[in-house]
Nanobody
């Protein structure tokens, strides 16, 4: 079955960095675009970033552009999110997700058919 397992979250001070990882199994990872999505306390889901299957095309939400970098290693079935210059407002549970037909962040359409369990990122002094 499809499994997505995130890791790398934690407590970091404002301005700090973290790198999240998501190990995928149960499907052909190298042929699948992937997403990072987050949910802050008391708020709804927020799309963060997408990467295409070949890692040549990436998209970012305006709130993280220039600070976060999405990448992938298809040989290791692993998705990454490098987060730099973290802000208090980045505090959230971060999920990796597999987009499904209809997903198009450019038109604010977010459709997923698989999620990880999430990893908590807390930015606080």
């Amino acid at each position: 079955q499809v499994q997505l397992v995130e890791s790398g979250g934690g407590l970091v001070q404002p301005g700090g960095s973290l790198r999240l990882s998501c190990v995928a199994s149960g499907f052909t990872f190298s042929s699948t675009a992937m997403s990072w999505v987050r949910q802050a306390p008391g708020k709804g889901l927020e799309w963060v970033s997408d990467i295409n299957s070949g890692a040549g095309i990436t998209y970012y939400a305006d709130s993280v552009k220039g600070r976060f970098t999405i990448s992938r290693d298809n040989a290791k079935n692993t998705l990454y999110l490098q987060m730099n210059s973290l802000k208090v407002e980045d505090t959230a549970v971060y999920y990796c997700a597999r987009p499904k037909l209809g997903h198009d962040p450019m038109f604010e359409k977010y459709e997923y058919d698989a999620w990880g369990q999430g990893t908590q990122v807390t930015v606080s002094s």
